[in-house]
Structures are given as C-alpha cells and as structure tokens.
C-alpha cells in the first residue's frame, strides 16, 4: 500500500516541523546539560538545518527580504577581510558563528514565508505551535519546582529556577512572545483548556525569576484583560487570588528575593543589567578609535572584552575568552562597526513597521498581539540585549512576522481582485 500525501497535508508537516519540536529540543538540550552531557546540542543542530534551508531560499528566490538578507552577509564578509588586513589574523569559525546568529530570524522568515505561499494558508497551525512551545515550558518549570529537579536562575539561595533551560533570558523571551500568542488564541475561541495553558505558561515566567519575565507577564496579562471582554469575569477573579497570593509569598520569602529586589532598585536608579560588560566593551572600543566605528575590531572586540571583564572587571586572573557583551548594540557596533549595526537594526525595525501596518490595514486584538510580541522582541534586544542573537525568541517571532507579511500580501491581492471585479 503507497502512502500519498496531498500539497495541503504536506504543508501542513513542513510547518509543524518548523515550530512544535521546537520546545522538546530546548528541553533535550537541558536535560543533557543536567546531566553533564552539554555537548549534544540537539537544538543547535536542529536550527543549523532551519538556517541552511533558509539560506537556499535566499539565493534562489527574488524579493526585498532576500535582497536585505544578502546584503547582510556581503557587508559582513567585506568587513571581515578589511578587519583582516593585512596580517590575515581570523577566526572564521567565531566570526561566522556571530554572523549565523543575527541572520537566523531573517533566514525563518524568509523559509516560513516561502512554505505558506507553496502549501497555502495555515497561519493558525503555525499561531497554535508558538502557543505549543509556552505552555509545555510552564509543564517543566512546575515539574522541576515540585521534584527539585532542574537547573537554577541563579546562585544558591536567591529565588528562580530554570527547569532544563540553559539561557534564562532566552527562554524568558521565548515564553512572553508565546504568551502573547496564547492570549491571541483564547481571544478568537475562550475554552478553559486554553485558559489554562495561558496560566501554565505565567507559572513558568513567574518560577523563572527574571525580572523581564515577571513585568512582561504583568503587562500582557493585564493588557490583554482589558480587551477580552468576553473573559473578564474569568481572568480577573484569577488575576485577583493570584495577586493576593503572590503578596503573601513574597512577605514570607523576602530572603530568597533580595536579589531581585536588588536589581530592580538598581534599574530605578539608571543602572544597565549589562553594565560590567558595557565598560569593558567601551574600553576595548578604545584600542582602536580609528576604525571602531567604521568597521569595528571583529574577533579582537569579543577577545579583549572578555578578557578585561573577566580580569578588570570580576577580578579573574588568566583568562583570555571570546565574550559577547549581550547587549544588541555592543555587539554588533563593537564586532562590526557603526554602519552595519545600523543596518541590523533597521532591518529589525521593518519587520516591526510591517506588523504596524497589517494592524492599521486590518485592525483587530489578533494583530494587536502580534504589534505587542513584536515590541517584545524589539525593546528587549534594545534595552536588555541578547534578543536578535538568541534561538529561541527569533525563531518564534519570525514565525510571526512570516505571518504578518503573508497576511498583508492577502490583503494586497484581496484588495486588487476586488477592484478587478468592480
């Protein structure tokens, strides 16, 4: 008996391919990493081959987001060689692992965006699998905080826990876009089991411990709330017990939350989170004045900045390392210099633009969710970092963002059919 699978099933495979394992290879990477065995990087394998797949389309097919993409990786390749000039000094597998890294939100776009258009319209199968990925992320934060099991936030005695999740704020990230996602879903069709899901997922970001975690879940919980009339009598009650138990946890937790405190306290006042490694990025800036903010100083940047923020700036002697300063601007202005951080950034920016587009074209509470996540992703790679070079949020959001452009091309040729009739 031969199995065949119509255009429309196929579609719909490749797509579940792109999103749902997503989650459950993030998990089998922590869960080696639990174990000692860190060096399977299961989900890194998984998102080179996303990439490569993505970078084919780039070069075979036309259009604007090819262009930028190709652009990216030109402008990057002729400021490795000047940065190499003329003592042929290179770590190629370093410099191109960076490049990878800011490419790959782009490269899921672009390959999201090309199945959609081959298979047809399943942008709800792919809205549901970035829902997927927050609420089985809250299952196995609220599994490891009932056996123990896990890896925590921080150092022994301050509050969090990040079950078998390696990045914290990656994973924060990850779970606000989702978040978003979930509520955007519960507003098209209220069930409890998607209630509940929502609040498996708010578990997780609240047991996580990061501060971005717990004000992003604030904000999209209670935002959200507002505009879902139909759930207010469910959510708020909800929202209600759960404030008040989560005041009477931190009156008897007080201890295990200094941290936190700490930090937020510091926030108020003007400190960065990344303030250590932004001074030893601004002193290692200062080595080359020349040519810093043309075409930055490559794999000298990281190397020197490690090396000062370890040494200078944490008092750790002998060490020399490649350090990212995980702050978005530093590292690419840093690495690169001034005009291709700019680009980089401007290129994020469209996306954003876009998704305000289809929200002024089509308005609704649904893209009203996709202009939030979008402002997540954005805000956090400008004022917190490490957003435009992390898996996790950049392969959700650009899942997003594919289905922002595909509804706005609909919506273009809607628009052209109708006139064509009339």
Same mark, same amino acid.
């Given at each position: @008996?031969?199995?065949?699978?119509?255009?429309?099933?196929?579609?719909?495979?490749?797509?579940?391919?792109?999103?749902?394992?997503?989650?459950?290879?993030?998990?089998?990477?922590?869960?080696? &990493?639990?174990?000692?065995?860190?060096?399977?990087?299961?989900?890194?394998?998984?998102?080179?081959?996303?990439?490569?797949?993505?970078?084919?389309?780039?070069?075979?097919?036309?259009?604007?987001?090819?262009?930028?993409?190709?652009? @990216?990786?030109?402008?990057?390749?002729?400021?490795?060689?000047?940065? &190499?000039?003329?003592?042929?000094?290179?770590?190629?597998?370093?410099? +191109?692992?960076?490049?990878?890294?800011?490419?790959?939100? *782009?490269?899921?776009?672009?390959?999201?965006?090309?199945?959609?258009?081959?298979? $047809?319209?399943?942008?709800?199968?792919?809205?549901?699998?970035?829902?997927?990925?927050?609420?089985? *992320?809250?299952?196995? @934060?609220?599994?490891? +905080?009932?056996? %123990?099991?896990?890896?925590?936030?921080?150092?022994?005695?301050?509050?969090?826990?990040?079950? +078998?999740?390696?990045?914290?704020?990656?994973?924060?990230?990850?779970?606000?876009?989702?978040?978003?996602? @979930?509520?955007?879903?519960?507003?098209?069709?209220?069930?409890?089991?998607?209630?509940?899901?929502?609040?498996?997922?708010?578990? %997780?970001?609240?047991?996580?411990?990061?501060?971005?975690?717990?004000?992003?879940?604030?904000?999209?919980?209670?935002?959200?709330?507002?505009?879902?009339?139909?759930?207010?009598?469910?959510?708020?009650?909800?929202?209600?017990?759960?404030?008040?138990? #989560?005041?009477?946890?931190?009156?008897?937790?007080?201890?295990?939350?200094?941290?936190?405190?700490?930090?937020?306290?510091?926030?108020?006042?003007?400190?960065?989170?990344?303030?250590?490694?932004?001074?030893?990025?601004?002193?290692?800036?200062?080595?080359?004045?020349?040519?810093?903010?043309?075409?930055?100083?490559?794999?000298?940047?990281?190397?020197? #900045? $490690?090396?000062?923020?370890?040494?200078?700036?944490?008092?750790?002697? %002998?060490?020399?390392?490649?350090?990212?300063?995980?702050?978005?601007?530093?590292?690419?202005?840093?690495?690169?210099?001034?005009? +291709?951080?700019?680009?980089?950034?401007?290129?994020?920016?469209?996306?954003?633009?876009?998704?305000?587009?289809?929200?002024?074209?089509?308005? &609704?509470?649904?893209?009203?969710? *996709?202009?939030?996540?979008?402002?997540?992703?954005?805000?956090? %790679?400008?004022?917190?970092?490490?957003? *435009?070079? #992390?898996?996790?949020? #950049?392969?959700?959001?650009?899942?997003?963002?594919?289905?922002?452009?595909?509804?706005?091309?609909?919506?273009?040729?809607?628009?052209?059919?109708?006139?064509?009739?009339?």
């Amino acid at each position: @008996m031969k199995l065949q699978l119509s255009s429309d099933q196929v579609g719909k495979i490749l797509l579940i391919l792109l999103v749902y394992p997503v989650i459950w290879l993030d998990t089998l990477y922590g869960v080696f &990493s639990f174990l000692g065995l860190d060096a399977l990087r299961v989900s890194l394998l998984y998102r080179t081959a996303v990439l490569l797949l993505g970078l084919i389309i780039v070069y075979t097919r036309s259009g604007v987001l090819s262009w930028l993409i190709q652009l @990216m990786i030109l402008s990057w390749s002729v400021i490795l060689v000047i940065n &190499s000039y003329p003592v042929g000094d290179i770590q190629f597998i370093a410099e +191109f692992t960076q490049l990878t890294r800011w490419l790959y939100p *782009f490269t899921v776009v672009i390959l999201t965006l090309a199945t959609l258009e081959r298979y $047809g319209a399943h942008d709800q199968l792919l809205l549901r699998g970035i829902a997927y990925y927050g609420w089985v *992320f809250g299952a196995f @934060m609220l599994f490891s +905080f009932a056996t %123990g099991l896990g890896i925590p936030s921080y150092d022994e005695g301050v509050y969090g826990i990040k079950s +078998f999740y390696v990045g914290g704020n990656d994973i924060g990230l990850a779970a606000l876009i989702s978040l978003a996602t @979930m509520l955007v879903l519960l507003h098209q069709r209220f069930t409890w089991w998607r209630l509940t899901k929502i609040l498996l997922c708010c578990a %997780g970001l609240v047991l996580l411990g990061t501060k971005a975690g717990w004000v992003g879940t604030l904000l999209l919980v209670g935002g959200f709330t507002l505009l879902f009339r139909r759930a207010r009598w469910v959510v708020l009650p909800l929202l209600l017990v759960g404030g008040i138990w #989560s005041a009477s946890w931190i009156q008897t937790n007080q201890e295990t939350l200094a941290y936190q405190v700490a930090q937020v306290q510091a926030l108020v006042k003007g400190a960065n989170p990344r303030e250590r490694l932004i001074q030893a990025a601004e002193g290692q800036l200062e080595h080359y004045p020349d040519k810093a903010e043309l075409t930055g100083g490559s794999y000298s940047f990281y190397a020197g #900045s $490690g090396r000062d923020y370890y040494v200078t700036h944490n008092n750790t002697t %002998g060490v020399e390392t490649f350090k990212a300063i995980e702050q978005e601007w530093y590292d690419l202005r840093g690495g690169y210099g001034v005009p +291709f951080a700019v680009y980089v950034f401007l290129c994020h920016l469209l996306l954003l633009v876009l998704t305000a587009a289809l929200l002024i074209r089509r308005p &609704s509470v649904e893209h009203v969710g *996709f202009f939030i996540a979008s402002c997540l992703y954005i805000g956090h %790679g400008i004022f917190a970092g490490h957003a *435009f070079v #992390s898996g996790q949020p #950049s392969g959700l959001i650009a899942i997003l963002y594919a289905v922002v452009i595909y509804r706005l091309e609909l919506g273009a040729l809607s628009a052209e059919c109708r006139s064509q009739r009339d």
